[in-house]
C-alpha cells in the first residue's frame, strides 16, 4: 500500500501536502498540485493512493467561491434530551400539571415558556426547534384523537372504509360522556360526518363509533392504535382508549405528538383538510373549531385538548414562505393561555429560522484525479440542493468537508459514488456558553496543526450535529486503452 497522504484545499485552489511520499520523501508545496511531481513511486501504485479531501469553508460563503458543494435534502437529526421516568399513573399531577418550571431548550438558547410539555419541529427537515421534556409521557387528552384519525384515514386508504360508509351508534358511544358531536342513539351516521365530529367537535362519541364500525370494539381498535404507534417510531406512547380518556397507562410525551402530526400531514394529505374546517354542524348543532389558532387563521390543524391531570394541550402547524411547522404543547392552566402560547411560539419559529442552502445540485466540489482514465479528472459533484433549517445567520458557521478516494480508477461512470460531504453544524448553546479551546501549538514543519482537546462543555450545552451526504462523479471517464496504459506506465503525458 501507498503512504497515506493528506491534502489541505483552501478556496483558491491551492494545497500543501501534509505527508510526503515514504518513500523518496518527495512532496508537494502549495499551489504545486494533487500529485506528487516526479516520483515514480506514486506513479506506479497510484490507484492504491488514499486521499482526505478537506474543505476550508463555512456555509454560504465557502461555495461562492467557487470552490465546489453538496447533495441530497439531507435530513438533521435532533439531539434527543434524556428525560425523568413518568408516574405510572398519567393523571396523577393535578394542579401541578401546568406548572412546569425551567425553559425550553432551542439552537440559539433558552427560550421561556409556560407549558410543562413542549416540542416544535420543522416538518421537511425533522429538525428539533424546542423542546422542553419532550420524551417525558404525559396525559394527552383529546391529542390522542390524531392517532385515532391515523388509524381511520388507513383505512380510507386502503379502501377498507369509505367516507360515504355508515357506521351504527352503540349505546356506549351515545352514552360517553366529555366533548360530544351528540349522535343519536340506534342510528347510523356516515364515516365523513364522524370524522368531522372527532376532529373538529373534538366527539368522544364520534371516536368510538368510528372504533367499534372498524374493529368491532374499542377495545380492538386500541390495538391497532398502539401497533400503529410502534411502526412509526412512538417510543413513549401507549393507548387505552380512542378518546384520551383519562386512564391509567394512557400517555404520549409532546415528541410523539409531533411525530403523529407530521405523519397525518405527509401520509394523508388528501385528509389533512378536515383539521383545518372551522365549523360543523351535526343533529341541528353547530360547533366550532376548538383550535383558536386554526380559527384565527395562523395554522392550518391539527388539535387541541383538556384534562385535569394534562392542562390544557394543543398541536398545531402551519405554513409560511415555503416552510411548515409542527409544534405541540401541553400542560396550560387555561384555554386563553393555550392560545397565547401557541400563536407566541409559532411566531417565534418562523421569526429566528430560515431555510438555507448549503450546496446547489451539480456544483462541483473538486476535481478527483483519474488512475488510467482517458481524462486526468472527474468533476466531484452532488446529485441535489442540500437546503437545511438553521438558525438566522448560522449558514456561516457550517463547517463543510468532503472526503474520497484519490485518484479514481478508470474508468468512471456519471452518478458514480465516490465518497462523502460532511457537515458539521454547531450544537445549541444553553444558558452559559463553552469556555473557548486553548490556542493551537505550533505546528512541527510539515506537519498538521494539531487540534488541541476542547474543555468540556456545561450540561446545557449539546453535541455537534453531523450530516452526511454522498458525493459522485460528475462525468463519465474512460479507461485508456493499451496504448495510453503503456505511456501511462512509461510516464508519458497522455493527456
Same mark, same amino acid.
Given at each position: ?375 486526468? %479528472? $472527474? =468533476? #466531484?459533484?452532488?446529485?441535489?440542493? /442540500? ?5 438566522? +445567520? ?73 450530516? %452526511? $451526504? =454522498? #458525493?459522485?462523479?460528475?462525468?463519465? /471517464? ?5 496504448? +495510453? ?11
Amino acid at each position: 500500500m501507498a503512504p497515506l497522504r493528506r491534502e489541505r484545499i483552501s478556496l483558491d485552489g491551492s494545497c500543501r501536502t501534509v505527508r510526503s511520499c515514504g518513500r523518496c520523501r518527495r512532496g508537494t508545496g502549495p499551489g504545486t498540485g494533487r500529485r506528487v511531481n516526479g516520483c515514480p513511486h506514486h506513479r506506479r501504485i497510484g490507484f492504491n493512493v488514499q486521499t482526505r479531501r478537506i474543505l476550508l469553508a463555512s456555509g454560504a460563503a465557502a461555495f461562492a467561491g467557487g470552490a465546489g458543494v453538496l447533495s441530497g435534502t439531507a435530513r438533521a437529526r435532533p439531539h434527543h434530551r434524556a428525560h425523568k421516568p413518568p408516574a405510572e399513573n398519567p393523571s396523577e399531577g393535578g394542579a401541578d400539571a401546568a406548572t412546569g418550571s425551567g425553559p425550553a431548550m432551542t439552537p440559539i438558547g433558552p427560550v421561556d415558556t409556560v407549558a410543562r410539555w413542549a416540542c416544535i419541529v420543522d416538518f421537511s427537515s425533522g429538525m428539533v426547534l424546542l423542546e422542553k421534556a419532550a420524551d417525558e409521557r404525559m396525559p394527552p387528552s383529546s391529542l390522542t384523537k390524531m392517532m385515532t384519525a391515523y388509524v381511520v384515514f388507513a383505512m380510507l386508504q386502503a379502501g377498507r372504509l369509505k367516507l360515504d360508509q355508515m357506521l351504527p351508534v352503540s349505546e356506549r358511544a351515545w352514552r360517553m360522556q366529555g366533548s360530544k358531536m351528540f349522535v343519536p342513539l340506534g342510528e347510523s351516521i356516515a364515516v365523513q360526518e364522524l370524522i368531522q365530529g372527532m376532529l373538529i367537535q373534538s366527539g368522544n362519541d364520534a371516536c368510538i363509533v368510528l372504533a367499534e364500525g372498524i374493529a368491532g370494539s374499542e377495545e380492538q381498535f386500541v390495538a391497532l392504535m398502539n401497533d400503529t404507534a410502534t411502526k412509526l417510531g412512538m417510543s413513549n406512547s401507549h393507548f387505552v382508549n380512542s378518546t384520551g380518556w383519562p386512564a391509567d397507562g394512557h400517555y404520549m410525551s409532546a415528541r410523539d405528538v409531533c411525530t403523529i402530526a407530521v405523519h397525518l400531514i405527509r401520509d394523508f394529505p388528501q385528509y389533512y383538510h378536515f383539521f383545518s374546517e372551522t365549523e360543523f354542524k351535526f343533529n341541528k348543532i353547530s360547533q366550532g373549531n376548538r383550535n383558536v389558532l386554526v380559527d384565527k387563521g395562523l395554522a392550518d390543524g391539527l388539535k387541541t385538548g383538556h384534562t385535569d391531570a394534562g392542562g390544557f394541550g394543543l398541536c398545531a402547524s402551519s405554513q409560511r414562505e415555503g416552510r411548515r411547522v409542527v409544534m405541540a404543547l401541553n400542560g396550560m392552566a387555561s384555554s386563553n393561555v393555550r392560545a397565547h402560547e401557541g400563536e407566541r411560539l409559532l411566531g417565534w419559529a418562523f421569526a429566528n429560522f430560515e431555510t438555507a442552502t448549503i450546496v446547489r445540485k451539480g456544483q462541483v466540489l473538486d476535481q478527483a484525479p483519474v488512475w488510467m482514465g482517458e481524462a486526468a %479528472t $472527474v =468533476p #466531484v459533484i452532488v446529485a441535489e440542493d /442540500v437546503s437545511l433549517v438553521l438558525p438566522h +445567520g448560522w449558514q456561516s458557521r457550517a463547517r463543510v468537508s468532503v472526503d474520497y478516494r484519490s485518484p479514481v480508477l478508470a474508468p468512471v461512470t456519471a452518478g458514480q459514488v465516490l465518497g462523502q460531504l460532511t457537515i458539521t453544524l454547531p450544537g445549541s448553546p444553553g444558558a452559559t456558553p463553552p469556555a473557548p479551546p486553548p490556542p493551537p501549538a505550533a505546528p512541527a514543519p510539515g506537519m498538521q496543526p494539531a487540534t488541541p482537546a476542547a474543555p468540556p462543555p456545561p450540561p446545557t450545552t449539546s453535541a455537534d450535529r453531523v450530516i %452526511t $451526504v =454522498p #458525493v459522485q462523479a460528475g462525468a463519465s /471517464v474512460a479507461k485508456l486503452g493499451f496504448g +495510453g496504459r503503456i505511456a501511462a506506465r512509461l510516464g508519458i503525458n497522455h493527456h
